[in-house]
C-alpha cells in the first residue's frame, strides 16, 4: 500500500475496534441477567478486538505479522462462541436467574438439571 494510504486504513480499523470493545463492555454492564452480558461480550469484543488486531497487521504491512494477524483473527472466531456458549450453559444450568424479561425459556425441557436431594 501507498504511505499514506495504510496509517488511514489502520487508523480506521482500529477506532472502528475501539468503539466496538466500548460498546461490549457498556453491554455487559447494562444488560441485566448472564445470557444478555454474554451475547454483548462475545459479539461485539470478539469482532473489535479483530479490528484492532487486523489494525496493527495493516499498520505494519509485513506479511509474516499479516499471516499472525490472520490465525490469531481466526482462532478468536472460532474460540468466543464457543467459549459464550459454555459459559451461559454453566450458568443457567448452575441456576443463575433471569431477568423478568425474558418469557420463553426454551431450553428449560432440554437440560438434565441436578436434584436438589441427590437422587
Known sequence: MSDFLAPV?????AVIG??????AGVGVVRMP???????????????????????????FGDGAIL?????IVGFLFATAPVAAHMIGRAGYRGGVTLTDENVID??????D????NGD
Open 67 to 71: 499471516v499472525r494477524v490472520t490465525l
Open 9 to 13: 486504513i489502520a487508523l480506521i480499523l
Open 33 to 59: 441477567d448472564l445470557l444478555t452480558r454474554m451475547h454483548a461480550s462475545s459479539k461485539a469484543a470478539t469482532l473489535g478486538a479483530a479490528l484492532i488486531l487486523l489494525a496493527v497487521g495493516v499498520w
Open 106 to 111: 426454551e431450553y428449560r425441557d432440554t437440560v
Open 18 to 23: 475501539t468503539f466496538l470493545v466500548l460498546v
Open 113 to 116: 438439571t441436578p436434584d436438589p
